[in-house]
Nanobody
């Protein structure tokens, strides 16, 4: 079974930076895409950033130019580098993996990590 474990959340002041990491149990080549989603209180979960197996990326308009998604295949890790954080970035951030090959059609989620941007 696939497990995704997020880390790196915390409390940061506006304008600050954080780096979130998502470690998968096993090779991330098993996934056609991996991404970060977030859910703020009272709001729906939304896509923040995604990276496709071929390496292309896409971002929510609200984070373009501030967040960068990357992956380390050797460490089975996908990271989200967040700069110039704003209070509206406050949310629980979740890692998601979309299965390929023998995992096709399956989506896997981590338990989430809290990010709070406040002075």
């Amino acid at each position: 079974q696939v497990q995704l474990v997020e880390s790196g959340g915390g409390l940061v002041q506006p304008g600050g930076s954080l780096r979130l990491s998502c470690v998968a149990s096993g090779s991330i080549f098993r996934f056609v895409a991996m991404g970060w989603y977030r859910q703020a209180p009272g709001k729906q979960r939304e896509l923040v950033a995604a990276i496709i197996r071929g390496g292309s990326t896409n971002y929510a308009d609200s984070v373009k130019g501030r967040f960068t998604i990357s992956r380390d295949n050797a460490k089975n890790t996908v990271s989200l580098h967040m700069n110039s954080l704003k209070p509206e970035d406050t949310a629980v951030y979740y890692c998601k993996a979309q299965g390929a090959a023998e995992l096709v059609g399956q989506d896997f989620w981590g338990r989430g990590t809290q990010v709070t941007v406040s002075s």
